[in-house]
């Protein structure tokens, strides 16, 4: 093989509809961050993102998951990303 074949994934337009419309509310999402203008105010809705982050990790059991990568970082297990 000398040189690598461009493979092209087709997928179902309700999937790019989807991403589509997800990157629209995610725009929209750090637009409306963006227009916070008082330094209280954007330091309580950062600290409400944050304990809603850490209530789905836990409700999902990501913490875990996210405590081993971390782990495996701080431990040299991990370079660029990859675990060796």
Do not use: N
Request: glycine share 8%.
């Amino acid at each position: 093989m000398g040189s690598a074949a461009l493979s092209v994934l087709c997928l179902p337009q309700v999937y790019d509809d989807a991403v589509k419309s997800r990157a629209e509310e995610m725009r929209s999402f750090y637009q409306s961050l963006a227009e916070i203008g008082d330094e209280g105010k954007m330091k309580r809705a950062q600290q409400a993102i944050q304990g809603h982050f850490r209530e789905w990790l836990q409700s999902t059991g990501k913490s875990r998951q996210l405590a081993d990568l971390a782990r495996m970082a701080h431990s040299g297990q991990m370079t660029d990303g990859m675990l060796t």
